[in-house]
């Protein structure tokens, strides 16, 4: 990481930290979820914006680590054991999931992850003695991390912080390790890739678990900051919201899937002064962006940022030449 991007990150953490202290319940709320959804969205930046896997099931993981951490809050286990079943549980389901992604490609894989999508929405629904059905399940404590209970909603928010840059330090390791390179190879050229030396087989099972490892590590804090959920969370519609994040974002982009996470989860409450109106806005300013700047918000500004350099050394050459 350069000093500038260092520097930034830093300055942007500061200004995260600081940020609730001046918001009422509900604001600390949405950006608590924005967190949740910035680690769901991810996870799926990292089996489709890196490995080129294209998943519509990333709902189901978020879902699959809410009711295991909401089951097991319930019997009494620790939050952090609840925690990390939900990642291992999820990391496993991933990898057999990852299998068709063996065979198929494309829509074609698209397809395969609707269909373990609607099915496990299906088992949330109809598994009353387990899930709870459409009734659902509540009454299930926020954490206490060490002595400090988190039941406020600035306190549950910062342990979100804590839990976000941690994930997202661990993601920014593996996108920069050997398996990252291996990922970006695989999206770019199977083939190619295959001769070079990269098991193409291991490599996809591990981009879709570990997608979906953070898909079930968001579920886990995703339970405890709405203290109650339902099957219709974990839709299809919920699963096209996480693709829209790392579209609208910049798909892999390491930044892109958190900007568009704050997108699409703020943008339609600072849009809602305008009643009805607001749907159609918000939808028109996503097909706007697709249309024009297809690599989303960071493509966006990383052309703005080479035009300014481009702009500066011209300016400077020509001072050069003048001199």
Same mark, same amino acid.
Request: charged share 10%.
């Given at each position: ?10 300055? #942007? &953490?500061?200004? +995260? =930290?600081?940020l ?6 509900? /604001?600390? @709320?949405? !950006? ?15 089996t ?20 295991t ?27 057999v ?11 074609f ?8 999508n #609607? &099915?496990?929405w +299906? =088992? ?8 709870? /059905?459409? @009734?659902? !399940? ?45 990922f ?40 405890? &900051?709405?203290?109650? =959920? ?12 996480? !693709? ?9 982009s ?20 305008t ?49």
């Open positions: 990481m350069s000093k500038r991007a260092l520097v930034s990150t830093i300055l #942007a &953490l500061a200004v +995260l =930290i600081a609730p202290f001046g918001l009422k319940s509900y /604001g600390i @709320y949405l !950006l608590t979820l924005w967190l949740v959804y910035s680690i769901a969205a991810m996870g799926l930046n990292l489709l914006g890196y490995a080129g896997q294209v998943s519509l099931a990333q709902a189901a993981f978020l879902g699959i680590g809410a009711y951490t909401a089951l097991m809050l319930k019997a009494g286990v620790p939050f952090f054991v609840a925690f990390g079943a939900s990642g291992v549980s999820c990391f496993l389901i991933g990898l999931l990852g299998y068709p992604a063996l065979r198929v490609q494309h829509h894989l698209a397809f395969v992850t609707l269909a373990f #609607a &099915l496990v +299906l =088992i949330f629904r109809n598994e009353e003695w387990l899930t709870g /059905g459409t @009734y659902g !399940l509540l009454n299930f404590p926020r954490p206490t991390v060490f002595g400090i209970d988190t039941a406020s909603p600035i306190a549950f928010y910062l342990f979100s912080l804590a839990i976000f840059v941690l994930l997202a330090l661990a993601l920014w390791w593996i996108v920069r390790s050997p398996w990252g390179r291996a970006q190879a695989l999206r770019e050229n199977p083939v190619r890739a295959n001769s070079l030396g990269v098991d193409i087989r291991t490599m996809t099972l591990l981009a879709f678990a570990t997608g979906s490892a953070f898909g079930g590590l968001a579920g886990s804090l995703f339970a405890p &900051l709405v203290e109650f =959920i339902d099957p219709m969370s974990f839709t299809l519609n919920t699963s096209l919201m996480f !693709l829209l994040m790392v579209m609208v974002g910049g798909s892999g390491f930044a892109g899937p958190i900007v568009g996470a704050l997108l699409v989860v703020l943008l339609p409450e600072w849009l809602r002064f009643e009805g109106l607001y749907l159609i806005i918000y939808a028109t300013l996503v097909i706007i962006l697709m249309v024009y700047c297809p690599t989303g918000l960071m493509g966006l500004y990383e052309r703005a940022a080479t035009h300014i350099r481009a702009r500066v050394e011209s300016r400077r050459e020509l001072k050069g030449d003048a001199a």
